[in-house]
């Protein structure tokens, strides 16, 4: 994709021009987004400007399918409302969202226990049959072993004595052995992690960026229960979740420490100053690992 310097002036222009209606509500660039750069636009509203080559397609992707599912989401997400269709001024799509008010967790992290039971009910409530026709990922929602060779590049990434990596290959090796998903696909996030969550008074308050919803096995969001959720919480969030067996478990364990290595190496790269990298997800990833490997 050709790069667009995307400044106050773009943005603005072009809600001027495809939504006049909201012309005149503030606008102001928010720090943060991976394949979006995100400005806020009034209170209530978000604009979401691609920046990656895969996030026009991610953007259409949430417009299509997250307005159905909003409505029986116990908490806010960033419902589109509005879509920008390419012009000469940007020639991609780009998006007007709902504002889900809160902090990032890799911010402020979830403190407050009670966040196992609000996780748990999001989850149960998301994760329902997703139809024929939803989109599915190369990479996740999908069984283990299809992803065994990039996990395995992940891991030679480490030293071991830095994250206590034997410790990790084993968590990684008991998912692996673990039975794959025999259910019918559900509805997933696909990338829960503390810069796609928001909180409020020590709690999980909303969920944002569904770029990579898909269809497939749970596991992939209930290794949110270690990434998210504060040391002791993941046994209280499977009592409330209730739908996940033994094995569904183990394999989201194992996703939890490669998640939680994959946040320690984009926050080491954001501390060296090397392009995508987050200096905020270091800590998270390191507090998010100590609690995958904390004795069960």
């Known amino acids: 994709m050709r790069a667009f310097e995307i400044d106050e002036t773009l943005v603005r222009t072009l809600v001027r021009e495809q939504h006049p209606d909201l012309a ?26 691609p920046r990656t080559e895969r996030a026009p397609s991610l953007l259409r992707k949430e417009h299509r399918w997250l307005p159905a599912l909003a409505p029986g989401l116990p908490l806010p997400v960033p419902t589109p409302v509005r879509i920008g269709e390419p012009s000469v001024r940007f020639p991609q799509p780009w998006t007007i969202a709902a504002w889900v008010h809160g902090e990032p967790a890799d911010r402020v992290p979830i403190s407050h226990g009670r966040a196992a039971g609000t996780l748990a009910d999001f989850l149960t409530a998301l994760h329902v049959t997703a139809p024929a026709d939803a989109p599915v990922s190369p990479d996740r929602g999908v069984p283990l072993r299809t992803v065994a060779d990039t996990v395995g590049k992940l891991l030679e990434d480490f030293a071991p004595e830095e994250v206590g990596l034997q410790r990790v290959q084993q968590v990684w090796d008991e998912a692996l052995a673990a039975p794959e998903w025999e259910g019918p696909p559900v509805w ?47 046994a209280r969030f499977f009592e409330a979740y209730a739908h996940a067996d033994e094995a569904t478990v183990r394999r989201a364990r194992g996703l939890a420490a490669l998640k939680s290595l994959a946040l320690i190496s984009i926050g080491q790269a954001g501390e060296r100053g090397l392009p995508g990298g987050k200096p905020t997800w270091g800590p998270a990833g390191l507090a998010a690992l100590e609690r995958v490997l904390a004795p069960v």
């Open 24 to 49: 005149e509500l503030d606008l102001r660039a928010v720090v943060g987004g991976w394949d979006n750069q995100l400005w806020r636009l009034g209170n209530e509203l978000a604009v979401r400007m």
């Open 188 to 234: 997933l996030h696909a990338d829960l992690h503390p810069a796609n969550v928001v909180v409020s008074d020590g709690t999980l308050s909303g969920v944002i960026d569904f770029g990579d919803m898909c269809a497939g096995d749970p596991a992939v969001d209930l290794a949110a229960a270690w990434v998210l959720l504060p040391a002791g919480a993941a």
